[in-house]
């Protein structure tokens, strides 16, 4: 059984920000589920027995090899896509999350092929669909929680 297909998947994303304000983004690879070769922030499922903010916490440190130095809950979301012609349906809670950019290191390079730091105003392109749309529907949110952290 399938998360997100068999039955409802629960997830997390993280969108991990520095000291100055960039936003760290990830390029998926061909090893991913979908939407191969686009730009992401972290993400991942929950785990039994973990609560939001434990898998947040649990996924950037096995993504970017990190700490959290602080975490902001911005929302939940519903979820429908359709991938390779079956539906999904997915219950994402979006973080973002203060991290030192010293310590960040690719630690799924199975799912990854390169990181980079970006200004808000200039992320890379294509985007993953989902970040896309978190990104358009939460950027004042997001600015917020990234302005409250650097200054």
Not at 5 to 16: L, M, P, Q, S
Not at 54 to 83: P, Q, S
Request: hydrophobic share 35%.
């Amino acid at each position: 059984m399938q998360p997100g297909f068999d039955y409802i998947g629960v997830n997390v994303v993280f969108i991990c920000h520095d000291d100055e304000g960039n936003i760290l983004m990830h390029l998926r690879s061909e090893a991913c589920r979908d939407e191969h070769n686009t730009w992401d922030y972290g993400g991942g499922k929950v785990e039994f027995g973990e609560t939001l903010e434990e898998a947040a916490r649990r996924e950037i440190r096995e993504e970017y090899g990190c700490e959290v130095r602080h975490l902001t809950y911005l929302n939940t979301d519903t979820i429908f896509r359709e991938h390779e012609g079956r539906k999904s349906h997915w219950v994402v809670s979006v973080f973002v999350a203060h991290v030192d950019p010293r310590e960040i290191r690719i630690g799924s390079p199975e799912d990854m092929i390169e990181l980079g730091w970006y200004q808000p105003s200039r992320l890379p392109e294509p985007l993953h669909s989902g970040a896309a749309r978190w990104f358009r529907d939460c950027r004042s949110e997001i600015d917020a929680a990234i302005t409250k952290h650097i200054e």
